[in-house]
């Protein structure tokens, strides 16, 4: 059974950095796309940023330039380094994988809260 397990959020002020870390088990690490979402309250989860097994990544536009994902295969960890954060970056993110493009995003974590006063 694949397991992702997130931490490293916390409270941060605005402008600050954190660094989450998602870590694996249960699937072959090095064979998934790895994707970190955030979730507020009463909103859909939207995707933050993706890697591809040949670490290929995508981000949102919200996030470019201050966010940068990357992955560890060695340790089955993916994470997202957060800089010069904003308090509409608040959110609980959450780690994904997929084994295909065609496949939807899944595994999910617990997730992790992040909050970034003004």
């Known amino acids: 059974q694949v397991r992702l397990v997130e931490s490293g959020g916390g409270l941060v002020q605005a402008g600050g950095s954190l660094r989450l870390s998602c870590a694996a088990s249960g699937t072959i690490f090095s064979m998934n796309h790895m994707a970190w979402y955030r979730q507020v309250p009463g909103k859909q989860r939207e995707l933050v940023a993706a890697?591809?097994?040949?670490?290929?990544?995508n981000y949102a536009d919200s996030v470019k330039g201050r966010f940068t994902i990357a992955r560890d295969n060695a340790k089955n960890t993916v994470y997202l380094q957060m800089n010069s954060l904003k308090p509409e970056d608040t959110a609980v993110y959450y780690c994904?994988?997929?084994?295909?493009?065609?496949?939807?995003?899944?595994?999910w974590g617990q997730g992790t809260q992040v909050t970034v006063s003004s």
């Open positions: 890697i591809t097994t040949d670490l290929s990544t």
């Open positions: 994904a994988r997929r084994r295909s493009i065609l496949e939807a995003f899944g595994s």
